[in-house]
């Protein structure tokens, strides 16, 4: 058989994840179908909620097993840990909102399969983008999850605010995408090749300053900083976010950023890490990452402070969130590791506690229809399970100690610090600073519930799946801010990118025309 | 690595100027002699029935959309029919499921109405 059929046929082992969900996504479609035509009333949630089990399953056993392959599908996607620590972030995530979007009343239960299938297809895709060692593999992904992100958004065809919010996400998605390709262009114009691997050895083979390179990289981060909403590529996230049903805003708070973490690291890091200053450009991209993380801080903290709504509140505090974030990767010329355990270590932490926070406002906005923070106050005697788990995720947002947030922080920190020189002290100053921002409007909710006078007192009581998922969500907040080695572990674990050019299963298998190098790959007509 | 893209800096500033120039010189040396009926709108000679910014129905970019999505699904059929020989049964299994995908996608806009105009 032709060898390049071969492989394909090799890969497909390795695809079982993505496979499953596409079936559930198939499936559901189905159901749905069924319902439309009357003939029998099948819920899609069960469906939906099994398949993403399944595959979140099948990726464990995968990582169980250390299971990996690099060059599937001829070095489009690999199948390393860390993907799959990603994989398992977006389909925990993607459980959680489906699970969150069955208690809130915003979407029309009659969409509920077609947001169920948007859902799951955006999983897919950021699946993807985390595996992805291809340029045009991580476009092709990045723009999947853009797509199906712009109709998520727009899942309340009937509320202005929703079209509002949707029309402006494709507008910005759309030239943020033409500049990431342009810049895409340009680095295959300088190496030849979209493989990501292969293209570092380029940079190696040359490494001298080169003009054209940071600009073409200036242009990708423009793509991927909006991904993540960092600033000055933000401008999206509020109206988005105020404008989306309140679980699909949760979810773009923290599963497509994460998605944008890990292509950031999985380019970036392979390009430029390890690489050496190849004759200052390092130092230029540390400056390039580093003023648009100094930025991102100032802008988010900022004003998240100027925030009445809730929903835009929390945009903005995800912003600032992202603007720490982008620290651990300016740092990557030089000190690549700790960044990138700082930022694995954080993306987890992140994820209950902005999951956290976006649930029990959900449920506030859910109780008292209003999306103002004002409609907070009181809560401490409407509900005070409800207000002492949100002033745990704030304190936890802020990043104070004992919590989780703070443990984040800490490491992110700790890995700026290493390398002292002026920018970075300059960076770390601004942290700190925009910090004690942080600190100051995280606590002006707390104050709100517990302090602020209300006339309202009737109490609220919270479902009890509603009680299960906060418990799910406050136990870790708290547990990882005393005790962190277990996560430690497994960010220590999702850290190994494979090495570029093994083209073969990590298993033992020892056919040995399987050991294809990328280029005689590439070069096969 | 820069000096290699001197012809595209040449190629911008060329376009730029003659663009500039081209422009700049009709407006020197041609005569100008405005008058009402030089300036009125006219379509084939008529008077202009209405305003050419007309509003469209939103449902054309629907079907114009699914047609895209069709159209673009030929354009993988054709180049996939003529390999068929060399990719063997991988290959038209690939594209079994590919078709399968779309065909799930298919049923659903039809039978959810997307198909009438209606």
């Known amino acids: 058989m032709n060898p390049l059929m071969t492989q394909n046929i090799r890969s497909l082992p390795y695809f079982i994840p993505e496979a499953i969900l596409l079936g559930t996504l198939l499936l559901v479609l189905v159901c749905d179908l069924l319902q439309v035509k009357g003939k029998k009333t099948l819920a899609t949630l069960p469906v939906t909620v099994t398949g993403l089990v399944a595959c979140f399953a099948v990726s464990l056993n995968f990582g169980m097993n250390g299971d990996t392959a690099s060059g599937l599908f001829h070095g489009m996607i690999t199948l390393d840990p860390f993907a799959l620590f990603f994989k398992y972030v977006f389909l925990g995530s993607t459980l959680f909102v489906v699970l969150m979007s069955r208690m809130g009343s915003d979407i029309d239960r009659k969409a509920h399969a077609e947001y169920h299938t948007i859902l799951i297809a955006i999983t897919l895709g950021l699946m993807l983008m985390a595996a992805s060692t291809n340029l045009l593999m991580v476009y092709l992904s990045l723009e999947f999850v853009s797509i199906l992100s712009y109709v998520a958004a727009g899942m309340q065809p009937r509320e202005r605010r929703s079209r509002e919010a949707a029309l402006k996400y494709v507008l910005y998605g759309g030239a943020a995408s033409a500049f990431m390709l342009y810049g895409m262009s340009l680095i295959y114009g300088m190496t030849g090749t979209t493989d990501i691997y292969l293209i570092r050895d380029t940079f190696i083979a040359n490494s001298s300053y080169n003009f054209t390179l940071l600009f073409s990289v200036a242009l990708i981060l423009a793509g991927f900083g909006y991904k993540i909403a960092a600033a000055p590529f933000h401008m999206w996230a509020p109206d988005v976010y105020e404008g989306s049903p309140t679980a699909v805003t949760a979810f773009f708070s923290v599963a497509p950023k994460a998605a944008g973490f890990a292509v950031l690291i999985r380019v970036f890091g392979t390009w430029f890490s390890g690489v050496g200053d190849m004759g200052g450009f390092g130092e230029s991209f540390t400056h390039l990452v580093g003023v648009m993380a100094i930025a991102t801080m100032v802008v988010g903290n900022f004003g998240a402070m100027l925030q009445s709504n809730i929903k835009r509140f929390l945009a903005y505090s995800s912003i600032a969130h992202a603007g720490y974030l982008l620290m651990g990767i300016a740092m990557l010329p030089n000190f690549a590791e700790p960044g990138f355990r700082a930022i694995l270590l954080y993306v987890i932490f992140y994820v209950f506690m902005n999951f956290g926070a976006f649930f029990v406002g959900a449920l506030v906005m859910e109780s008292t229809d209003s999306e103002d923070i004002s409609a907070f106050r009181g809560l401490g005697k409407r509900n005070l399970m409800a207000a002492i788990v949100m002033a745990i995720f704030m304190f936890s947002l802020a990043g104070l100690p004992p919590l989780a947030g703070f443990i984040g922080k800490f490491y992110l920190f700790a890995a700026v610090i290493q390398q002292l020189t002026f920018f970075t002290l300059l960076m770390i100053t601004v942290a700190i600073i925009t910090s004690v921002v942080a600190a100051f409007y995280y606590f002006r909710i707390v104050r709100a519930m517990f302090l602020d006078p209300s006339t309202d007192t009737e109490p609220q009581p919270t479902s009890r799946l509603a009680q299960v998922m906060l418990t799910i969500l406050v136990i870790p907040t708290v547990v990882f801010g005393v005790y962190w080695t277990p996560v430690i572990k497994v960010v220590d674990k999702g850290l190994v990118t494979h090495a570029p050019h093994v083209y073969e299963t990590q298993t033992a298998n020892t056919d040995t025309d399987q050991k294809e190098s990328p280029v005689a790959d590439l070069k096969t007509p | ?118």
């Open chain 2, 1 to 118: 690595m820069l000096a290699n893209y001197l012809p595209i800096l040449l190629f911008l500033i060329v376009s730029i100027g003659l663009g500039f120039t081209l422009l700049v010189a009709g407006k020197l040396l041609s005569p100008s002699k405005p008058s009402a009926q030089k300036n009125s709108p006219y379509e084939c000679g008529f008077e202009a029935f209405e305003d050419a910014r007309m509003k469209f129905d939103v449902r054309y970019y629907l079907v114009a959309i699914l047609f895209i999505l069709f159209d673009l699904e030929i354009a993988f059929l054709f180049p996939w029919a003529i390999v068929l020989d060399d990719i063997g049964v991988f290959g038209f299994l690939a594209m079994v499921v590919f078709l399968l995908v779309l065909v799930v996608g298919f049923i659903y806009e039809w039978m959810r109405g997307a198909l009438e105009w209606e």
